[in-house]
């Protein structure tokens, strides 16, 4: 960790190179804690899609996965997007490929193929529609009944989503390394440490671990129903870098992680001091192939009318 003195050169010189470039910080909620202090938004994936949509910044510095920081060039063709660090990947995106995709399709030429936002743009390109973890439920449950889906590429949430919607899909076999590796006898452990607390589950958890959730909900999701909330307690199942914005939020409240797993390594691979270097160097650049960049926003804008 920096000392203190350091910390506040590095914020400072953050906002002057901000200024310099008009650029706008946005960090998801996964981010370490130096990297949220600095960033001028913070949210999950559907949150910085929209914010992005609508920003008037000439620069958008993405704290995040590759796949977010191509999603805002895609919505903000006429801005500079910069990924905090080149390579920050999403090992779920990366499980599907634009090609998997085009083969599938052959099979099946009238399936529609919603793609969760965690995929690479031209896997966005390949699909109909995308969603996030906060409106997977919504998207699917507006395609109409009899249409066959193509659900990519969390199994989890797809799961999620057909037992929620009752429709049946046909689901990709991808996961999150970081939520799939938490075991139901781990939330059991937590509850009986913290029997008041209330369970708040991501559904890219596997379904035995969702089933045991007193409410599944997106990070976003998770921390309005905390906010909300009467109680004082809750184990969180989602990644660590959450706890920083509940505690800000919720100060008067409890929040239990049921284990130290629960740790994106390509997230935490941003830091405060990379985001002030790719202000000064203005690289990594983000630059959608054209042949792929239409097709793509299609999905994304798709995704936005939905909600
Ligand atoms: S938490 Fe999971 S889905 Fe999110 S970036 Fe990390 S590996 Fe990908």
Redo the contacts with the bound molecule.
Sequence with gaps: MLPQTEVSQLKEEIMRLKKERNAVIMA?Y?QSPDVHEVADFVGDSLELARKAATTNADVIVLC??H?MAESAAILCPDKTVLLAEAQ??????DMVTGEMVRERKKQKPDMVVVSYV?TTAEVKAESDICCTSANAVKIVQSIPEGKEILFLP?RNLGSYVMKKTGRDMMVWDGF????NRIKPEEITKAKQAHPSAIVLIHP?CRPEVVSMADCVASTAGIIAFARQSEAKEFIVVT?VGILYQLRKACPDKEFYLPSETLL????KKITAEKVKNVLETMEPKIVIQTDIYEKALQSLKKMLAVG
Excluded at 88 to 93: H, L, Q, R, S
Excluded at 176 to 179: A, E, K, M, P, Q
């Design positions: 998801h996964y995040g996965v796949f920050a990947g999403c090992p779920m995106a965690n969390d999150c390394c970081v939520h890219e990644e994106c390594a390509n997230m």
